[in-house]
């Protein structure tokens, strides 16, 4: 079964502060791994992704690091602002394949 | 150009009724996909069509039919509404199958069986 586990379920950073979320999967079949951020109310938009073929990806403050041979990867959120404060999914994909393997998400709130 | 709509926003159904929630894109996009969230369970799969006249299942799929006869509309038709059903469904299109796939999604439809 295709699976993508997810921790922690929620967390709580206060401003300023990193915020970590951390996914393993076991399909090494997979190709794309992107984040997904939701708002209350709103559905989810996509934050950043990353190839396998690449360690590290960064945009903004957001940063993936990706550990091929441990099949982790993790968001890390630098300087974390209230306005972070959402769901975040972590998802994969299998190469061919167009849909999406989500983890069950990370609650976070930055405290002001 | 509004993305991917979804209509109704909330829907109230007694357990037996049937409705169709539908989803319409304007991006040209020939991925089109539902999911529903429960909370703390993410996102599963349902059905998703690679374009019009093709569909296929999801993770689960029971319970739900859909179809896809226009490159711009997907709608997901509940039959038999059980309480199992109540959730957050959303629509989500991509112009890709491979490489950065970028899946947009609608702001959802709320669904409570009672």
């Known amino acids: 079964q295709q699976q993508v586990k997810q921790s922690p379920q929620s967390l709580i950073v206060q401003k300023g502060g990193i915020s970590i979320i951390n996914c393993a999967y076991e399909?090494?079949?997979?190709?794309?791994f992107p984040w997904y951020q939701q708002f209350p109310g709103k559905g989810p938009a996509l934050l950043i992704a990353?190839?396998?073929?690449?360690s590290e990806k960064k945009e903004g403050r957001f940063t993936i690091s990706f550990n091929k041979s441990a099949k982790q990867f993790s968001l890390h959120i630098m300087d974390s602002q209230p306005g972070d404060s959402a769901t975040y999914f972590c998802?994969?994909?299998?190469?061919?394949?167009?849909?999406?393997?989500f983890g069950k998400g990370t609650m976070l709130l930055v405290s002001p | 150009n509004a993305g991917v709509t979804q209509t109704p926003k909330f829907r109230i159904l007694k357990i037996g009724q049937s409705m169709t929630l539908q989803c319409a894109q304007d991006?040209?996009?020939?991925?089109m996909y539902w999911y529903r969230q429960d909370p703390g369970m993410g996102l599963k799969l349902i059905y998703y069509?690679?374009?019009?006249?093709?569909?296929d299942k999801g993770e689960v799929p029971n319970g739900y039919n859909v179809s896809r006869s226009t490159t711009e509309d997907f709608p997901l038709r509940l039959e038999l509404a059980a309480p199992s059903q109540t959730s957050v469904y959303f629509c989500?299109?991509?112009?890709?199958?491979?490489?950065?796939?970028?899946?947009?999604f609608g702001a959802g439809t709320r669904l409570s069986v009672l």
């Open positions: 989500a299109s991509s112009q890709l199958g491979q490489g950065e796939n970028i899946q947009y």
């Open positions: 399909n090494t079949a997979f190709d794309y």
């Open positions: 990353i190839r396998p073929d690449v």
């Open positions: 998802a994969a994909r299998v190469a061919g394949y167009s849909t999406l393997t």
């Open positions: 991006m040209n996009h020939n991925y």
């Open positions: 069509s690679v374009g019009a006249g093709i569909t």
